[in-house]
C-alpha cells in the first residue's frame, strides 16, 4: 500500500503564491503518473494536473500558466507550485499515483486545504 502526504496548504491573499507537496511511502519512479487534483465545496474532484515518469506534464486550462508540477524521485517527492492564487482555487489538494502492474491502481493522500482570501 502506498502512502502519500501531503503539505504546504494554507491561507493566502489573492496573487500570492503556495507550494504543495507530496511525499511517497515508496519509490515515485515506479509510478507511470503522479497528479494533483482539488475539491471545491460543493464540486466534483478534477484534475489539476499530472506529470508521468517521463516527466511530461499536463494542466488543467484553469491553472495553466500559473501552476507547475515538478518531482524529485530521490526524495520520493511530487510538487505543485502555485502562482497568482485566485479565490477560485480554493479548494481540498489531494495527491494522486498512478501505477500499472498490470491494472491500473490508485493511491491518494488525505488532502491539505488551501483557501484564497483576503
Known amino acids: 500500500q502506498v502512502q502519500l502526504v501531503e503539505s504546504g496548504g494554507g491561507l493566502v491573499q489573492p496573487g500570492g503564491s503556495l507550494r504543495l507537496s507530496c511525499a511517497a511511502s515508496?519509490?515515485?519512479?515506479?509510478?507511470?503518473?503522479m497528479g494533483w487534483y482539488r475539491q471545491a465545496p460543493g464540486k466534483q474532484r478534477e484534475l489539476v494536473g499530472g506529470i508521468t515518469n517521463g516527466g511530461s506534464t499536463n494542466y488543467a486550462d484553469s491553472v495553466k500558466g500559473r501552476f507547475i508540477i515538478s518531482r524529485d524521485n530521490a526524495k520520493n517527492t511530487v510538487y505543485l507550485q502555485m502562482h497568482s492564487l485566485q479565490p477560485e482555487d480554493t479548494a481540498v489538494y489531494y495527491c494522486?499515483?498512478?501505477?500499472?502492474?498490470?491494472?491500473?491502481?490508485?493511491?491518494w493522500g488525505q488532502g491539505t486545504q488551501v483557501t484564497v482570501s483576503s
Open positions: 515508496e519509490s515515485i519512479a515506479s509510478m507511470f503518473a
Open positions: 494522486n499515483a498512478v501505477r500499472f502492474s498490470p491494472t491500473r491502481n490508485d493511491w
